[in-house]
């Protein structure tokens, strides 16, 4: 049963427009999100994080929104350029006892930045 | 953020082999994880390498199959045992302080065929 789902596969943006990706979760004892970004035979690079107990945050191009009761969150980058094309990964995570646990993935979404 | 290699980048392995993969980081850090990514599958964790203790394994993943060393605070190996062609997989290790900040960081992954 995946607890981490990114239902777009792919994502086709024009250039200069906004881009945005979506994640639902379904452990509501997640309490930490993370987008990353990967290009081939590369591992993934973190973009940018929010933690539970907030619902917004911004990281120059690019902003993560969380909706807890929906338990969705969403990746905004605007304006969208060609570098952005890659796989973009949702991800979550729990801190239990003495330190945090590791990360649960969704599919990822490939994001394809059109001129 | 931290630097992480990993050796071998790549390797194709004959079946009923053994492989080891070795992850190395430029500064200390809390806790190392390892993640294997299969063809268009998301990344799954193995395991927490921790420092001076056994590594602490998910459901599905076994210590006879994916041994883990983690002699000190910055490196740590993963042993893919007696291997078949459906562990072929992309295998990344990831590193994480907790003292610093809470997000991953990743290498740049071992992509392994096994025939």
């Known amino acids: 049963d995946q607890q981490v789902k990114q239902n777009s596969p792919s994502l086709s943006v024009q250039e200069g427009r906004i881009s945005i990706l979506n994640c639902d979760y379904t452990?509501?004892?997640?309490?930490?999100f993370l987008w990353y970004k990967k290009y081939p035979a590369e591992g993934p690079t973190f973009l940018i994080s929010?933690?539970?107990?907030?619902d917004k945050n911004e990281d120059g191009r690019f902003t993560v929104f969380l909706n807890k009761s929906a338990k969705h969150l969403s990746l905004h980058i605007v304006p969208s350029q060609p570098g952005d094309s890659a796989v973009y990964f949702c991800?979550?995570?729990?801190?239990?006892?003495?330190?945090?646990?590791?990360?649960?993935f969704g599919k990822g979404t490939h994001l394809i930045i059109q001129p | 953020s931290a630097v992480i290699s990993q050796k071998p980048s790549r390797d194709i392995c004959q079946r009923g082999t053994s492989l080891t993969i070795q992850c190395q980081v430029d500064?200390?850090?809390?806790?190392m994880f390892w993640y294997r990514q299969q063809p268009g599958q998301s990344l799954t964790l193995i395991a927490t390498?921790?420092?001076?203790?056994?590594?602490?394994?998910e459901s599905g993943f076994v210590i006879d199959k994916f041994p883990i060393s983690r002699p000190n605070l910055t490196f740590s190996t993963l042993t893919v045992s007696n291997m078949s062609p459906e562990d072929s997989s992309i295998y990344l290790c990831?590193?994480?302080?907790?003292?610093?900040?809470?997000?991953?960081?990743f290498g740049p992954g071992t992509r392994l065929t096994v025939l």
């Open positions: 990831s590193v994480e302080d907790l003292l610093v900040r809470h997000e991953q960081f």
């Open positions: 452990n509501s004892m997640f309490d930490y």
């Open positions: 929010i933690s539970s107990i907030k």
């Open positions: 991800a979550a995570r729990t801190f239990s006892g003495g330190g945090a646990d590791g990360l649960t």
């Open positions: 500064s200390q850090v809390t806790m």
């Open positions: 390498a921790n420092q001076g203790s056994e590594a602490t394994y």
